[in-house]
């Protein structure tokens, strides 16, 4: 079989959501790093930064072969997309925890609680997204500049020093 010599569209939005996810959360060991007291946990620490950079320089070599529409440059705040973007991929993995949650709850009232839970996380999911999206941090319609602020992100979380 002949394949095409670059991602398909869902695979490369598969890609950004790891990259992205990953970048932050990278950008938060190395800051919380010189926090942490107990040997063992920092031990800890040093394996997960590791290994994240690694999949980070793993994971950015598939960008060049994302499908392309464009060539331009997104100037953005890093820091307010940080923090954005770790509020999104809170709330994002609150949608997840909370759905799986209510498959496994037995007792409706704790169904019902939970479920009341998740629509708070949807909403505040979309207050998160649409902030982004206002602001160019998540420029989920154009896939060149998404895929940029996500090169940019994971290269600031490896540059970054702990």
């Given at each position: 079989m002949d394949y095409p010599n670059h991602l398909a569209w869902h695979e490369t939005l598969d890609l950004h959501e790891l990259v992205a996810f990953q970048s932050i959360a990278l950008m938060k060991l190395k800051k919380f790093y010189p926090e942490v007291k107990d040997a063992?946990?920092?031990?800890?620490?040093?394996?997960?930064?590791?290994?994240?950079?690694?999949?980070?320089?793993?994971?950015?070599?598939?960008y060049s072969f994302a499908p392309r529409d464009e060539d331009e440059e997104?100037?953005?705040?890093?820091?307010?997309?940080?923090?954005?973007?770790?509020?999104?991929?809170?709330?994002?993995?609150?949608?997840?925890?909370?759905?799986?949650?209510?498959?496994?709850?037995?007792?409706?009232?704790?169904?019902?609680t939970l479920n009341k839970q998740l629509q708070r996380a949807i909403e505040t999911h979309g207050m998160v997204y649409a902030f982004m999206y206002k602001k160019g941090y998540y420029p989920s319609y154009d896939l060149e500049k998404l895929l940029q602020n996500d090169i940019k992100l994971a290269n600031k979380a490896l540059k970054m020093n702990y």
């Amino acid at each position: 079989m002949d394949y095409p010599n670059h991602l398909a569209w869902h695979e490369t939005l598969d890609l950004h959501e790891l990259v992205a996810f990953q970048s932050i959360a990278l950008m938060k060991l190395k800051k919380f790093y010189p926090e942490v007291k107990d040997a063992e946990l920092q031990s800890i620490y040093q394996h997960t930064i590791n290994g994240i950079e690694m999949n980070l320089q793993e994971l950015l070599q598939f960008y060049s072969f994302a499908p392309r529409d464009e060539d331009e440059e997104d100037l953005r705040n890093l820091d307010t997309g940080f923090f954005s973007g770790d509020l999104l991929a809170f709330a994002k993995t609150a949608v997840r925890n909370y759905s799986i949650a209510i498959t496994e709850t037995a007792t409706p009232v704790l169904r019902d609680t939970l479920n009341k839970q998740l629509q708070r996380a949807i909403e505040t999911h979309g207050m998160v997204y649409a902030f982004m999206y206002k602001k160019g941090y998540y420029p989920s319609y154009d896939l060149e500049k998404l895929l940029q602020n996500d090169i940019k992100l994971a290269n600031k979380a490896l540059k970054m020093n702990y």
